[in-house]
């Protein structure tokens, strides 16, 4: 009979914990994404606000609404960079959740290669405990069938 693995639990454990691992780095991709798009939804209704600008002054208008348009755009350009803010946190921590991704699974492959050791080992074992019943077995069954000839 083989024996067991016996870091089978922590095998299990950092298995769990890479599930984990990447599960969160999905998430956190996500949310990048997420950020991403938002930036560019800002950066696209930006410039078609400068458009409009552009076209009503070639127009003609009032200093009022001049006025209007700019400071729109300011609180546009302001937003901007504030979603270029969240954008770089967001890619930090996809960093830092890449590296944790990494680390997770190269501790998984560390146990699980051991894992896969112990079980050569014991298939191994068992091949020459069987090798060893056979030859056993058949040392009996030839010297019956000699003490039977005589």
């Known amino acids: 009979m083989s024996q067991p693995f016996s870091l089978q639990p922590l095998l ?3 298995q769990t914990r890479a599930d984990e691992a990447t599960r969160r780095l999905g998430q956190l991709i996500s949310a990048e ?3 991403r798009s938002r930036l560019q939804m800002l950066e ?10 552009r076209e009503a002054t070639a127009e003609g208008v009032t ?20 979603q270029r803010i969240v954008v ?11 590296e944790q991704w990494r680390e997770q699974n190269t501790r998984l492959k560390a146990i699980d ?3 896969q050791r112990h079980d050569a080992r014991e ?12 030859d056993e077995f058949s040392t009996r069954k030839f ?7 005589d």
Do not use: P, V
């Open 63 to 82: 200093r009022l609404i001049l006025r209007n348009y700019q400071d729109f755009l300011a609180r546009i350009d302001d937003a901007i960079n504030q």
């Open 143 to 149: 010297s019956t069938r000699e003490s039977n000839e």
């Open 33 to 35: 994404q997420n950020q």
């Open 113 to 115: 290669t051991l894992s």
């Open 88 to 98: 770089g946190n967001s890619e930090s921590s996809t960093r830092a959740g890449q």
């Open 123 to 134: 298939r191994y074992r068992e091949n020459r405990q069987e090798q060893k019943l056979l």
């Open 44 to 53: 696209q209704y930006r410039e078609e606000y400068a458009q409009r600008l």
């Open 12 to 14: 299990e454990i950092m």
